[in-house]
């Protein structure tokens, strides 16, 4: 079964950091782009980082405003992982972190273009 679990969210107080992790699992990833989305309660579920593979080592990564300078999404395609870097975390940073995977390999801001989800982790940072 394909297969994306998330893990490493945490309360965390302002100024601090937090890496998350998203595991995946049923296919093969390594082409996929990969992007994190962020759902705050009673907030649509928004883009914070994309990435994506354009042959050999070179990977471009795309991310929201916000989080620029803050937040890096990087990949081990060897251990189908991606991992989301959080840094300087302020307060609006709190929500659920998903995990999705755009087998076009696009990576775009986009929700639809993401056909595989995770079930989400918690990131709560205090004031």
């Known amino acids: 079964q394909v297969q994306l679990v998330e893990s490493g969210g945490g309360l965390v107080q302002a100024g601090g950091s937090l890496r998350l992790s998203c595991a995946a699992s049923g296919r093969t990833f390594r082409s996929d782009a990969m992007g994190w989305f962020r759902q705050a309660p009673g907030k649509e579920r928004e883009f914070v980082a994309a990435i994506r593979w354009n042959g050999g080592n070179v990977y471009t990564t795309n991310y929201a405003d916000s989080e620029k300078g803050r937040f890096t999404i990087y990949r081990d395609n060897a251990k189908n992982m991606v991992y989301l870097q959080m840094n300087s975390l302020k307060p609006e940073d709190t929500g659920v972190y998903y995990c999705?995977?755009?087998?076009?390999?696009?990576?775009?801001?986009?929700?639809?273009?993401?056909?595989?989800w995770g079930q989400g982790t918690q990131v709560t940072v205090s004031s």
């Open positions: 999705a995977a755009d087998p076009s390999g696009y990576g775009g801001r986009q929700r639809a273009l993401y056909d595989y």
